[in-house]
C-alpha cells in the first residue's frame, strides 16, 4: 500500500479545506458557472441553393457523360462534311454542264445545309437532350438531386438552360462553318454567295436554331418518359419519323405535316415559298418560326408539370 505523503503510517489523512467559507462559495460559484455555460454550438442553417448554382451543378452532370464530347465532334464533323460534298457535286456539274443544263444560280441554299447532314444535328441534339435527364433516373441520382433541392422545376429548368446553351452554340459553330466551307467551294465555279445574300442568313440561323430546338424537345420527352429507350425512340420518332407520314397533296395532311420541326426547318432554309398555282398552301416563314418556339416551349412546360405532381 502506497503512503500518502505528509501522513504517518497508520494515521487517517486529514480533509483539506478550502481556506475559509468565502473562498469555498466563489468556488462552488465558479464551478456552477463553467457548467452552465457550456452550451453547444448553435446549428448554422446551410443557404439555399442558388439558380447559378444548380445551372454549375447540371453543367457538371452533362459535362462528366462521356459520351457528349464524342457525339459533339462527330455531329460536327458529318455536318460540315455532308456541306463539303454537296458543294462539290454541285462544282462539278458547274464545271461540267451537260448538255441542255441550265446554269444554277443564286444562293444554293441545301449545298449549304444539305438535309443528310442535318437530320444528322437534329438526331443528335434530340438524343442528347433525351440522355441529359434520362440517366440520372436510370442511375438514381435523380433522387439525391430533389433530396438537396426539393424544387424540382427549378432543376428541370436549369438543365434545360444548360442543354439549350450547348446546342445552341454547337449549333452556330455547325452553321456557321458549313456556310463557310460550302460557299468556299462553289466560289471557285462563281457560284458562292456572301451572308448578305437574301435568304442566306435566315437559313444559317435556322439551322443552327434547330439544334437546340430538338435538344429541348428530346429534354422534355426524356422527363415524361423516364425511360432510356423509350425515351429515344419517342425523340426519333417525332422529330425524324412521324413528318413522313403526312404528305403535301392534300391540305390537312400538309397542315400537319408544316407542323414538325424538320418540316419548319427545310421551309426557313429554302429560299423559294408558295408555287403559283399549287393549291396547298406552304407554311409562311413567320409560321414556320412559330414551329420552332411552339415545339420546347409545349414539351418543357408539359415536363415541368408533370414533374411537379409526379414523385422520382
Known amino acids: 500500500m502506497d503512503a500518502v505523503p505528509g501522513v504517518q503510517f497508520g494515521e487517517q489523512p486529514r480533509q483539506v479545506r478550502l481556506g475559509g467559507g468565502h473562498r469555498d462559495e466563489e468556488f462552488r460559484r465558479d464551478l456552477a458557472v463553467g457548467t452552465t455555460q ?15 448554382d444548380l445551372l454549375a451543378a447540371e453543367w457538371i452532370k452533362i459535362r462528366s457523360l462521356r459520351s457528349t464530347p464524342w457525339t459533339l465532334t462527330f455531329t460536327a464533323l458529318f455536318a460540315i462534311g455532308s456541306s463539303a460534298l454537296a458543294a462539290m457535286a454541285d462544282y462539278n456539274n458547274l464545271a461540267h454542264p451537260g448538255p441542255g443544263a441550265r446554269r444554277l444560280d443564286g444562293f444554293l441554299c441545301f449545298d449549304a445545309y444539305p ?23 436510370g442511375s438514381g441520382l435523380i433522387r439525391t438531386t430533389t433530396v438537396a433541392v426539393p424544387a424540382r422545376e427549378s432543376v428541370m429548368l436549369a438543365k434545360a438552360v444548360v442543354v439549350a446553351a450547348i446546342w445552341a452554340v454547337v449549333g452556330t459553330a455547325i452553321s456557321l462553318g458549313s456556310f463557310l466551307v460550302s460557299q468556299a467551294i462553289l466560289s471557285g465555279q462563281h457560284a458562292g454567295v456572301p451572308i448578305t445574300y437574301p435568304g442566306a442568313l435566315r437559313a444559317m440561323v435556322a439551322s443552327a436554331l434547330v439544334a437546340p430546338v430538338s435538344a429541348l424537345v428530346g429534354l422534355g420527352i426524356g422527363i415524361l418518359v423516364r ?8 425523340t426519333l420518332f417525332i422529330l425524324l419519323l412521324l413528318p ?4 403535301q397533296s392534300k391540305q390537312w395532311s400538309a397542315d400537319i405535316f408544316q407542323l414538325m420541326v424538320t418540316s419548319a426547318w427545310k421551309r426557313l432554309v429554302q429560299t423559294w415559298g408558295q408555287f403559283p398555282g399549287n393549291p396547298v398552301h406552304i407554311a409562311t416563314v413567320a409560321e414556320s418560326w412559330a414551329v420552332y418556339a411552339i415545339w420546347p416551349l409545349a414539351t418543357i412546360g408539359l415536363a415541368l408539370l408533370v414533374v411537379r405532381r409526379r414523385d422520382v
Open 227 to 234: 425511360h432510356i429507350a423509350a425515351g429515344m425512340v419517342t
Open 115 to 137: 438535309p443528310a447532314g442535318w437530320m444528322t444535328l437534329v438526331l443528335a441534339a434530340g438524343s442528347v437532350g433525351t440522355i441529359a435527364v434520362v440517366s440520372e433516373y
Open 38 to 52: 457550456a452550451d453547444p454550438s448553435p446549428i448554422v442553417a446551410e443557404p439555399r441553393a442558388r439558380f447559378g
Open 244 to 247: 413522313t407520314v403526312f404528305s
